[in-house]
Nanobody
Framework: QVQLVESGGGLVQPGGSLRLSCAAS????????MGWYRQAPGKQRELVAH???????KYADSVKGRFTISRDNAKITVYLQMNSLKPEDTAVYYC??????????????WGQGTQVTVSS
């Protein structure tokens, strides 16, 4: 069984920054990638960013240049640094762990989600 514990969400003004963290534990031996999804009210879930065990990253076009995903393999922890936040970034953010694919990312386990609200 895999556990994912997220932290770092909250309320921030437009233009501000937040850093999300997610620590994984349990049976993760074959899972070599981690990522973040988000879902805003009334919208489909969106892959925000993912990172392989080797550090390869990919971002949604909507967050490129503003968000940075990173990981600490020793701690099995993934981070999402979010800068220049916009109201449209408001969503529940979900941490995932899964498999890096040649053409994408396959999430296998999900965290409980953390709310990010960007509002003045």
């Amino acid at each position: 069984q895999v556990q994912l514990v997220e932290s770092g969400g909250g309320l921030v003004q437009p233009g501000g920054s937040l850093r999300l963290s997610c620590a994984a534990s349990g049976s993760i031996f074959s899972l070599n990638a981690m990522g973040w999804y988000r879902q805003a009210p009334g919208k489909q879930r969106e892959l925000v960013a993912h990172i392989s065990s080797g550090g390869s990253t990919k971002y949604a076009d909507s967050v490129k240049g503003r968000f940075t995903i990173s990981r600490d393999n020793a701690k099995i922890t993934v981070y999402l640094q979010m800068n220049s936040l916009k109201p449209e970034d408001t969503a529940v953010y979900y941490c995932t762990i899964g498999r890096h694919l040649d053409n994408g990312y396959d999430p296998k386990n999900w965290g409980q989600g953390t709310q990010v609200t960007v509002s003045s």
